[in-house]
């Protein structure tokens, strides 16, 4: 992970902005405080709190696994009338 000080952070933020949005890669931001944090986009944040909340659900993430072995043509076929409220 790219490291850069908070006085160059300042000097560049468009860039830096820019950077990690395109790149989905964070940038730690540095202090002579030893109190570092660190930049990352909007979209990867969101993600991360999607993946934090699905891993959060009891069985979800064996659920999702399972999921994935199934053969395409065996998958259901997406019906927005679906009585989901027995489920």
């Given at each position: 992970?790219?490291?850069i000080s908070v006085t160059k952070a300042r000097e560049n933020i468009y860039q830096i902005l820019s950077d990690v949005n395109n790149n989905s890669q964070p940038i730690t931001i540095t202090n002579n405080r030893g109190k570092n944090a660190v930049l990352i986009s909007e979209e990867d944040w969101n993600a991360i709190q999607e993946t934090l909340y699905?891993?959060?659900?009891?069985?979800?993430?064996?659920?999702?696994i399972e999921a994935g072995k199934e053969p395409l043509e065996e998958c259901s076929v997406y019906d927005p009338n679906e009585d989901w409220s027995k489920i």
């Amino acid at each position: 992970m790219t490291a850069i000080s908070v006085t160059k952070a300042r000097e560049n933020i468009y860039q830096i902005l820019s950077d990690v949005n395109n790149n989905s890669q964070p940038i730690t931001i540095t202090n002579n405080r030893g109190k570092n944090a660190v930049l990352i986009s909007e979209e990867d944040w969101n993600a991360i709190q999607e993946t934090l909340y699905l891993n959060s659900i009891p069985g979800m993430t064996e659920s999702i696994i399972e999921a994935g072995k199934e053969p395409l043509e065996e998958c259901s076929v997406y019906d927005p009338n679906e009585d989901w409220s027995k489920i």
